[in-house]
């Protein structure tokens, strides 16, 4: 039984992430996608078999599906890409690759304005292929909507054991962000946990030198979500700064995070003022029914409720217990 070129990527196995999803060929419209004609400057070649010898001019795609060559100057930049960088010695290898057996897998675009085309998927292909000097890459043009070309995009990104937790971050809050999915819709596209979902989204809330580490690879994602457990905001930076310089691991970060979070000792606090009896039996009745620490601080019947929280699973409750849902935006 033959199958397609995106369904080999999406069966291919991970030894850190699992196969995510339904695979990427399940987004596409069903049906034969077989593109009629050429464009300008493109010379159309079908290809039926996936167990042909692939070459520039011809490479594996599945009964129903035409390869064209297409020019690289005319194809687009995919808008949906949440990839921030490719490494320069990777792509230098695709390169000599190429050179050598050329493009072994298309690329996939859609039609784009005045004859031009627009990335989906394949970026790094099309790197390599310019800077193997090649000026043509094989491509199957596809009809997807900009949620699906999104979609597509970030699955095969996900599906990637080399893609930085702040571009995993991002692609799920572009989602949101685009198309207005809710986390548990975006887990149901991509195969996993509403939890998961959120608690990558969350790290976008860190400071942006704190991202900018996750973006070069100096913090990960479990040291990212320890700082999000740093209580005093303009702290976080500080303990990543200590994070990166000292090349803490995960246990030693949160220890020094718990150190951080721990309270004054009295004999450096300030003088306590007199606050409202009534005050504090309200918060008295929060911190029962919360089972975290709460204070409220009110002056003239003006003020604050603070709520801290150590972990996720204390956010997640305090939510569902204020709005009487989970937290699905």
Not at 124 to 145: D, E, F, H, Q
Request: net charge positive; with cysteine.
């Amino acid at each position: 039984m033959t199958t397609t070129a995106t369904e080999k990527i999406a069966e291919k196995p991970h030894d850190k992430r699992r196969a995510l999803g339904r695979g990427l060929d399940s987004l596409l419209p069903a049906g034969p996608r077989i593109v009629a004609g050429t464009a300008v400057g493109v010379a159309a070649a079908v290809v039926p078999r996936l167990d042909a010898v692939a070459s520039e001019s011809a490479a594996p795609a599945a009964v129903g599906d035409a390869v064209l060559q297409i020019e690289l100057d005319l194809i687009d930049h995919n808008p949906y890409q949440t990839r921030s960088s490719f490494s320069s010695e990777s792509l230098q290898e695709l390169a000599e690759s190429i050179k050598t057996s050329g493009v072994l897998q298309p690329v996939v675009v859609r039609s784009g304005k005045d004859g031009r085309y627009t990335l989906i998927l394949g970026e790094r292909r099309c790197r390599a292929a310019k800077l193997a000097g090649k000026t043509t890459v094989p491509a199957i043009v596809r009809t997807v909507s900009d949620q699906q070309a999104a979609e597509l995009t970030i699955v095969e990104n996900l599906q990637r054991q080399d893609l930085n937790c702040l571009d995993q971050a991002r692609a799920y809050a572009r989602l949101s962000q685009d198309f207005g999915m809710t986390q548990e819709q975006i887990a149901q596209r991509v195969g996993v946990s509403r939890e998961t979902v959120a608690n990558y989204v969350r790290l976008l809330k860190l400071p942006e030198p704190v991202l900018r580490y996750m973006r070069e690879g100096k913090l990960g994602f479990s040291e990212a979500r320890v700082l999000l457990k740093v209580m005093e905001p303009g702290q976080v930076e500080k303990v990543a700064d200590q994070a990166v310089d000292k090349g803490l691991s995960v246990l030693l970060l949160e220890e020094l995070v718990s150190e951080i979070n721990l309270p004054v000792p009295k004999e450096k606090q300030p003088k306590a003022r007199w606050i409202d009896p009534n005050v504090l039996a309200m918060q008295s009745e929060l911190e029962r029914l919360l089972g975290l620490r709460v204070q409220v601080k009110d002056r003239k019947g003006k003020g604050k409720i603070v709520i801290q929280y150590s972990s996720l699973d204390d956010f997640d409750r305090v939510v569902e217990l204020l709005t009487g849902r989970g937290n699905s935006q």
